[in-house]
């Protein structure tokens, strides 16, 4: 009988104390991105993403503290909209891609906050080195698709200094500090 109220709990999308549940990032159906920005000289605001990543995650809503998130980035597939630009970023000036093909992210820890969303700490490793970062997100939903299966989508931004994982490209002091976004939809496995 447990087995059965269990699977008519899952097939209704509920959770009895059901444990973290794994979900595959959707960036095939471009429902994912990452994207940063950056001040122009202290003038204006370079935008910019990455095309191309992919990424998992654990979450139980009941238990928080015990999701889990792994991205990899593939840092050749940056796209600011400038052809020349982003030849310049995939330089050893910045990015060094024909070095470090690969920027990844894993988190460490996750702690809620007051106001209903979380600090996710984490290890970022670009360019080669490794430092914490913490990205400030919130959840924005979940539920069933119209497809039959059931996803979960998150929203975070964080911030960091270029120079902490060794890009001393020379850009002014109003451009020494990256902002990413990171929107993540992801389809429970």
Known sequence: ??????????????????????????????????????????????HGRFNTFEGQFSYDADKLTDSQVNIVIDTSSIDSNHAERDKHLRSADFLNVSEHPQATFKSTRVVATDDGSFNLHGDLTLN?????????????????????????????????????????????????????ELDVEGIRQ
């Open 1 to 46: 009988m447990k087995k059965l109220i269990l699977a008519v709990a899952a097939t209704l999308g509920l959770s009895f104390g059901i444990h973290a549940a794994d979900y595959k990032i959707d960036t095939e159906n471009a429902h994912a991105f990452i994207h940063f920005k950056i001040s122009h000289l202290g003038f204006s605001w370079l």
């Open 128 to 180: 080669g080195i490794t430092r914490g970062i913490v990205i400030s997100a919130r959840k924005i939903g979940e539920g069933n698709d119209p497809w039959g299966g059931f996803r979960t989508g998150f929203s975070g931004n964080t911030s960091f200094e270029l120079k902490d994982f060794g890009i001393n490209y020379d850009l002014g002091p109003a451009s020494s500090r990256v902002y990413l």
